[in-house]
């Protein structure tokens, strides 16, 4: 896909299942790229590129099985190495051995080097895996909000 309206643009997945460590922000690790149409993913990380300031549209999706009562799930968004509070989606389980499945996103008003990386955190006491996991962001309109 040619770079022009909506561009940039990124869909990347992860084929497998990644194992989260219990209590700890973990970052999601990525192994396909479906779309990247300016090269602006690498590494797990989106970095907007130079001319690329605008609104963006992010959206993340991901679950979890094994999550008891009372333990839960949370997904985060991190714009530029910190936790962006406007992207928490934490989801509480109410019975024991629940999938958790999330998906949820927002917009952000992004500059040129503004780096989005998606973090996964779970609280069960032990280690889970994280399946279906993916990341697609893509511009929505030049200049601000």
Do not use: C
């Amino acid at each position: 896909m040619a770079a022009g309206i909506n561009t940039p643009m990124v869909l990347v997945t992860n084929s497998g299942n990644q194992s989260i460590s219990t209590a700890t922000n973990t970052l999601v690790t990525f192994d396909t790229e479906t779309l990247d149409t300016d090269g602006a993913f690498a590494s797990n990380t989106f970095t907007v590129p130079t001319g690329g300031d605008g609104v963006y549209g992010i959206f993340a999706r991901g679950s979890m099985q094994g999550i008891d009562a009372g333990e839960f799930t949370q997904l985060r968004i991190y714009l530029n190495g910190t936790a962006n509070s406007f992207f928490e989606g934490r989801m509480t389980s109410h019975a024991d051995d629940i999938e958790m499945k999330y998906s949820g996103g927002g917009f952000l008003d992004l500059a040129a080097t503004n780096t989005i990386k998606m973090y996964w955190y779970q609280n069960s006491g032990d280690s889970q895996n994280l399946t279906n996991a993916a990341l697609y962001i893509y511009k929505v309109q030049t200049g601000g909000l």
